[in-house]
């Protein structure tokens, strides 16, 4: 007799430990201050999930779990351009009900011209782009992940 196989384990439950937002675990405490919430196609927060944001080259990363309101937020150094890419961040959003986590990209919105030259950002329509360019909001860049929806966030292969 054999027994049937099942799908991956869903990503979660995250746990405070690791999670907890001390100032001296930010990666750079002068950092770019991004802030953002994490939703569902219904527009409602996930209040359960995780967000990652790495650099280019992964000399830097933070790591968020979302709030009771979905809210994430990280102090990271702005990347530099590499080659033809506009500074961006890597993100990589957790959740329930997800089997992998599922990669994104941070723009950076005083980088437009930068950003114009960007393989990635120009080969989508305008609707596209504008969910992966942060916006300045109250001395901070917002981001929010809309994972899915009429206003879903662009995700990529991982």
């Given amino acids: 007799m054999s027994l049937p196989t099942t799908p991956s384990q869903t990503v ?14 930010e ?3 002068d950092g770019v201050h991004i802030v953002g919430t994490l939703l569902d196609g219904d527009g409602a927060p996930i209040n359960d999930g995780m967000i990652e944001v790495w650099d280019g080259v992964g000399k830097q990363w933070g790591r968020s779990g979302t709030d009771a309101e979905g809210r994430f937020e990280f102090r990271i150094a702005k990347p530099a351009a590499a ?9 990589y959003v957790f959740a329930r009900g997800l089997l992998k986590h599922q990669r994104t990209r941070v723009y950076f919105p005083d980088e437009a011209e930068a950003n114009e030259r960007d393989p990635l950002l120009s080969s989508l329509d305008a609707a596209d782009r504008e969910t992966l360019i942060a916006r300045e909001e109250d001395g901070a860049l917002r981001f929010d992940v809309h994972m899915q929806g009429e206003r879903q966030t662009v995700f990529f292969a991982v």
Avoid: Q
């Fill in 12 to 25: 979660g439950p995250y746990y405070t430990i690791g999670l907890c937002r001390r100032p001296d675990n």
């Fill in 83 to 91: 080659g033809d890419d506009a500074p961006h961040l890597d993100a």
């Fill in 27 to 29: 990666p750079a405490p």
